[in-house]
């Protein structure tokens, strides 16, 4: 204490009121201090004297040891300071009361910070002394030129996808120092993070969720040749640009003076109206610059055994691990426009609140490669769906990072080699795929037709070199090989990295699936596989199933729905599809009746317990309907135009389409037509697994779980069961309806529904 100058902290400035209280006042709010004394003793702590000057100014009545004592109790307060006799005033009492703010020493903050210098980096059309200017202006020293002594490296881009980044990065992971990125051009600002090699996420990291959400322009980037992003018009104004620049510097001075909170993170500021928002920036445990990029082919080569998941209780959305908030807030981390597995989860607008549809950003797999497929076709977003707002937003959050995870990125693990030559641990593809023999001979003319959801490949080639994928079969307990492409969806990754056997098999969503644990997932993925193998066989053999009684439910939500659609003028009813593998599968269906157009609408559900099954399906059926509740009688107003769907609902009525009204529904409670279950996921596993077996069908399981993201996602697969999709080969789709009595012989092949499914 001897011999240093004390004051009130330079945040502080001190009022007296005589015989109330010495009020101090900083930005943070006013505390007030009654003590003996203190009215004295407050406007002598200037920060002009020491111990002995205070003494000999202060009040005769008071003495040495209670000054002391009341110096004592303000320091423990964190009021006043004692601070380096260097010179009485400080060089700029504002920044030492800003650091003080920020919790650091103000006056030992602004002697660091104006002796350690900045190496200004600039890549692209950008004003390098507009940069040394910003920084000069926030007391940085500022070295444009090579300067491996600096404590950090200020690059400034104008686009975060810049090629010269990766060298930048590789540079700075080298020699251990942090830099710091920033893009001041555009209506949108762009700062941060400063990556630091060794204890955060890499360029490689940060630009791989920017450059996903980037598909278009990396698509236009390689028709035109450019290995970089496709430059736009340069926007902004010299303020804008000032304003990047400054937000830079206020960083990197952040960053030198010690105050690194959130440092980790990109801030993006629109200059047009003021918001800002932080955006996770996360390591990528298996990036190829700075993690482990065989993470992936360990889970992949790894078996897969289930294990015990007790079900969560309570729950709209089926049989969980763990409840919908509890997931909401392990993963909301993965929802960011920029660097996001989820660029935004938001309400579908249309129709009333209580269909619950949301959105989780585009789709990543919607249409046929190229550009038309990006721009255009059917479910161009990520939806989801629930009995409650928050059912649904986990849902649509659990979509988008099953998309994501079933899209090649390029680090997936693949042998290559000929069908022929792998010792019968390949699967056919056409075990999978079920295409018949005259939709290969006629694959041109019915791809011009149709639709890239029913595409149909080349025929597939036993002599080809053809990339394969492992997966684990549950009822063999072995791994066997199915082609790479069946497996992850084309994406841009693909040109580095190429699929071999793409043109014979394409990938599709049946039996993708996310959930809260990897049974969970698998359960899902399966259940999807039932669901849609039983519309498979009801729609294309357009034969007339058993309605269920919605009322008999007792389920108070469902006569809400029925409520709400009949306000739309609407009825709504639903089918029972189940099938001969005993699973209860359900369609809900619903249609206009005040105009000759029913825009009818329907959505699938397949469950263990049949309640849940039936609420499935229900609530597909309001994810889909914001389309058409605009829809006017001239045949105007849907909330899409893909012509498939439009030529549905103006044409299709249940006059013309009589398959989808229902039989009179079966007796008895909707109990009775569940599946047992038990209190645990892997019990239920078992039972599935064993069902498949005893059907002479196998059980496959691909964990494609991302390590940057640890949402558990895997790829369910049984050959034999048939996708919804219009796939015509002998099999089920031919067998089970005879068998069940559904039809008295198997349909033509002419007589297969000419409308594809396409929901």
Not at 561 to 578: F, K, P, S, Y
């Amino acid at each position: 204490m001897n011999g240093a100058l004390i004051g009130f902290r330079r945040h502080l400035r001190a009022e007296v009121v005589p015989d109330d209280a010495t009020y101090l006042i900083s930005e943070h709010g006013i505390t007030a201090i009654r003590a003996p004394h203190l009215e004295a003793v407050a406007p002598l702590l200037d920060g002009s004297r020491d111990l002995p000057a205070l003494l000999r100014d202060s009040p005769e009545a008071l003495s040495a040891e209670r000054l002391t004592e009341l110096l004592t109790q303000l320091a423990d307060a964190g009021f006043i300071e004692y601070r380096e006799h260097l010179c009485s005033e400080p060089a700029d009492p504002s920044a030492e009361a800003y650091w003080e703010l920020a919790g650091l020493e103000g006056q030992r903050t602004c002697r660091r910070t104006a002796a350690t210098a900045v190496e200004l980096r600039v890549v692209g059309d950008l004003d390098v002394g507009h940069a040394v200017r910003a920084l000069s202006h926030s007391g940085l020293a500022v070295a444009t030129g090579p300067a491996p002594e600096a404590a950090l490296t200020l690059v400034v881009c104008d686009d975060y996808l810049a090629p010269e980044l990766a060298g930048i990065d590789a540079e700075h992971r080298a020699s251990g120092r942090p830099w710091l990125l920033a893009k001041p051009s555009g209506a949108t600002v762009w700062v941060g993070p400063v990556l630091r090699p060794g204890a955060g996420a890499c360029w490689s990291c940060l630009s791989h969720p920017i450059r996903r959400h980037r598909g278009v322009e990396s698509q236009v980037g390689a028709a035109l040749g450019r290995p970089g992003p496709v430059p736009g018009p340069v926007a902004g104004i010299s303020c804008t640009v000032g304003a990047g620049l400054h937000m830079a510097a206020l960083e990197a001075v952040k960053w030198l003076a010690g105050y690194q909170s959130g440092q980790d993170r990109l801030i993006t500021f629109d200059t047009l109206t003021l918001d800002s928002r932080h955006h996770a920036v996360r390591r990528r445990p298996q990036c190829r610059e700075c993690g482990d990029p065989g993470l992936n082919t360990e889970r992949v080569l790894a078996p897969v055994v289930p294990r015990s998941r007790p079900k969560a209780p309570g729950g709209n959305g089926g049989h969980r691990s763990r409840p919908a908030q509890q997931m909401l807030d392990t993963y909301r981390h993965l929802v960011s426009p920029v660097t996001g597995v989820v660029t935004g989860i938001t309400r579908v607008q249309g129709g009333p609140a209580f269909l619950n549809s949301f959105s989780s950003g585009p789709n990543p797999v919607s249409g046929g490669p190229g550009l038309t497929g990006l721009l255009g076709g059917l479910r161009q977003i990520n939806g989801g769906k629930g009995v409650t707002a928050l059912d649904a937003e986990v849902s649509a959050l659990c979509e988008a990072v099953e998309r994501y995870s079933g899209c090649l990125l390029g680090e997936e693990y693949r042998v290559r080699g000929r069908y022929r030559d792998l010792d019968g641990l390949a699967v056919h593809p056409d075990a999978c795929q079920l295409f018949a023999d005259d939709q290969f001979d006629d694959r041109d003319a019915w791809n011009a037709a149709h639709s890239g959801f029913h595409h149909v490949p080349e025929r597939f080639d036993e002599d080809a070199e053809v990339d394969w994928t492992p997966v684990w079969s549950l009822t063999g307990r072995r791994h066997v090989l199915l082609p790479t492409a069946q497996l992850y969806f084309a994406t841009a990754a693909e040109r580095r990295h190429p699929v071999a056997g793409r043109r014979f098999v394409h990938a599709d969503s049946n039996g993708n699936a996310a959930g809260s644990s990897t049974e969970d997932a698998i359960l899902q993925g399966f259940l999807e596989l039932v669901e849609r193998d039983a519309v498979a066989l009801w729609w294309y053999n357009r034969v007339r199933r058993p309605g269920v009684d919605l009322h008999a439910a007792a389920d108070p939500w469902t006569e809400e729905l029925i409520e709400v659609h009949r306000g739309l003028g609407r009825q709504v009813w639903a089918l029972d599809l189940t099938s001969d593998l005993g699973i209860p599968v359900f369609a809900a269906l619903s249609r206009r009746t005040d105009k000759a157009a029913e825009d009818i609408v329907f959505g699938f559900g397949a469950h263990l317990d049949a309640r849940t099954a039936l609420r499935r399906a229900l609530t597909e059926l309001n994810q889909l309907l914001p389309a058409v509740v605009g829809a006017r009688p001239d045949g105007g107003g849907y909330g899409l135009d893909d012509p498939e769907l439009t030529r549905w609902w103006r044409g299709a009525t249940l006059g013309n389409q009589p398959y989808l009204r229902p039989l009179p529904p079966r007796a008895g409670p909707l109990a009775e037509l569940s599946f047992p279950t038990a209190p645990d996921l892997r019990d239920d596993l078992d039972a599935v697994t064993a069902l498949m077996r005893e059907r002479g069908l196998d059980l496959l399981v691909l964990d494609q779980t991302r390590p940057d993201v640890e949402l558990p996602v895997v790829k369910v697969v049984v050959p034999g069961l048939r996708s919804f999709w219009a796939r015509f080969a002998p099999g089920r789709l031919y067998d089970v309806p005879v068998a069940l009595g559904w039809r008295p012989e198997p349909v033509a092949r002419a007589d297969l529904n000419p409308v594809p499914l396409f929901v």
